[in-house]
């Protein structure tokens, strides 16, 4: 008798019971959030694969929180939906030093610092970043 008056639960009120996607849904999702982001390369609307990584993460995660969804579990699974779209598109995160405001000065790199970080003067000989000590330590308390 309890059927007669419910609705059969829709997929989305079955995945949000369960905090986990039925795989098709999942596969949806990658296959949008992959021709997203491939279009958007194409057309020049961002430079790297990983432009959307935050706001596909956060839409994922806000929408499955308004289905139901725990934070942690929402937010888990955007996570996972966003690193199968990334091996999809095997995305190569940089590198630690590439990271780095610095990072062009690294060893073998074809762009070398000219100019002060901090003043702008140009660079003594055998300075690779700043022109003198107080330029460093100003800077360094700039970035504090
Ligand atoms: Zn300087």
Known sequence: MAGLFTAKPSRRERDAAR??????????????????TRLALEEGRILTTLAYEGTF???IRSELCLQGWSWQAADDTAQDVVAVVFSIL??????WYEGQPDWTIKRGTLIERTRCANCGHALPEGHTK?????????HGLRLM
């Open 90 to 95: 095997q995305v190569k995160r940089p590198d």
């Open 130 to 138: 700043f022109c003198s000590t107080p330029c460093r330590r100003v």
């Open 19 to 36: 905090e986990r996607l039925a795989k098709d849904r999942a596969e949806k999702i990658v296959g949008n959030l992959c021709a997203v």
């Open 57 to 59: 993460r956060a839409t």
